[in-house]
């Protein structure tokens, strides 16, 4: 098993250009996130994904889309990017362990700069 | 809304004993997680307690308390691999099965 892949690892934009950012996870699990992490901060949800067909916003959802393709496959768009999404994105899905633990299953980040 | 506070940082030395605190505050509560992150890592689950009191898992232990709205990551017999962040987290009742994280702590182990 591969966990959660996310592509790309690193990227580089200028302002006002867009990119796609791509999420997988090969573990059946039904929900997935995105979230942006900034330096020295926690991670804050952008979208997240209850099942496959649906989504909904999280808590910093402006400037950015996102699109369940599949059970699989979860991404993020930025659809003409700015110096404030300057950030590192996380992927992750969630399995329901024992008790309700909820466990979240991270990507390894893609590192964004806009310049 | 939900919030979440911990320190921002920890120094200790290797084999001894740290405790990270968490308050939090929460509209639904659905239990306590903890998280570790190495620097230019992802996140990588650690605990979790829904009832009040102590969990065990090796070298670290988490503690809650319900009716103070705390909790603790315990970290015992420290190695330097353990520098890193630590944050709490709590599941967002509004958002699914998503979590609200605090800022986090990070751990610098000295030898």
């Known amino acids: 098993n591969a966990g959660v892949t996310q592509t790309p690892k690193f990227q580089v934009l200028k302002t006002g250009q867009s990119m796609t950012l791509q999420c997988a996870q090969d573990?059946?699990?039904?929900?997935m996130y995105w979230y942006r992490q900034d330096p020295g901060m926690g991670l804050r949800l952008i979208y997240y994904s209850a099942s496959e067909g649906t989504t909904d916003k999280g808590e910093v959802p402006n400037g950015y889309n996102v699109s369940r393709l599949n059970k699989r496959e979860f991404s993020l768009r930025l659809e003409s990017a700015a110096p404030s999404q300057t950030s590192v994105y996380f992927c992750a899905s969630t399995s329901e362990g024992q008790g309700g633990s909820y466990e979240q299953y991270f990507g390894p980040g893609t590192r964004l700069t806009v310049t | 809304g939900q919030s979440l506070e911990q320190p921002s940082e920890v120094t200790a030395v290797e084999g001894a004993i740290v405790q990270i605190n968490c308050t939090y505050q929460t509209s639904g509560f659905y239990g306590l997680s903890w998280y570790q992150q190495h620097d230019g890592g992802a996140p990588t689950f650690l605990s979790y307690n829904a009832l009040d009191g102590l969990e065990e898992t090796g070298r670290f232990s988490s503690f809650l308390s319900r009716s103070d709205s705390y909790g603790y990551l315990l970290l015992q017999e420290l190695q330097m691999k353990d520098s890193a962040s630590y944050f709490c987290?709590?599941?967002?009742?509004?958002?699914?099965?998503?979590?609200?994280f605090g800022s986090g702590t990070r751990l610098q182990v000295q030898p």
């Open positions: 987290a709590v599941r967002d009742p509004s958002r699914g099965r998503a979590l609200t």
């Open positions: 573990m059946n699990h039904n929900s």
